[in-house]
């Protein structure tokens, strides 16, 4: 069977090339990083977790009504998406300060927020993902104004999305990030939602006990992080109760 093509790798996705034109194959790793990537390791089972948290909340937008990249899980560890011109902009929708914020504006972390707060980092690991203004996106030629209206349209409308979702089963979306891709039809183009939604991207916290359900378990050694993406999963319905998250497969020669 020939090997696949790499088409991109990061800190925890690699892209290969999909089998339809138009598509690419979006494979989960287990690494998990932090403080861009000083801090890393390989926890078992996060990939999966991530693969399937992920295609609920990418199937739950799409069921809305929302854009996204998602096609379909292939299996427990890579899904099928659709290519697509990823806009170099990190998108950050907060609810709760945490974090940068905290640190930045000196607000405790966990007060709630007058209203969701959006804001953009430039997709740049070498220079730590800067957090840039609208002037700055439209200055450098990021994306159009008429971008910005629909990108912040998208943000909003999975804050909604997830915010309910979340709440549903006793948990606060603090914040969240996204990427936004283009995609083409002929001249037309449009903005979907890409990348993915899941713990790693997500700030989640216990409603009655502010735990933390995210990658914040890895950045500030709380514990086990499988165990926390894990209690994430069962209570959204995913995971069945006393379901292990299946580790890397192993290859027999």
Known sequence: MPRRKKIYEGKAKTLFEGPEPGTLVQYFKDDATAFNAEKRDVIEGKGVLNNILSEYFMQGLGDIGVPTHFIRRLNMREQLVRACEI?????????????????????????RLPRPIIEYCYKDDALGDPLVSEEHIAAFGWASSQDMDDIVSLALRVNDFMSGVMRAVGIRLV???????????????????ADEISPDSCRLWDMETDQKLDKDVFRRDLGSLTDAYSEVARRLGVLPKGAVPMAKPTLIN
Not at 87 to 111: C, F
Not at 182 to 192: A, E, K, S, W
């Open 87 to 111: 806009i170099p902009l990190e998108i950050i929708v907060r609810n709760y300060a945490a974090g940068s914020i905290s640190k930045r504006l000196g607000i405790d972390e966990g007060t």
């Open 175 to 193: 914040d969240f990030k996204i990427e936004i891709g283009r995609v083409y039809d002929g001249d037309f183009q449009r903005l979907i939602v």
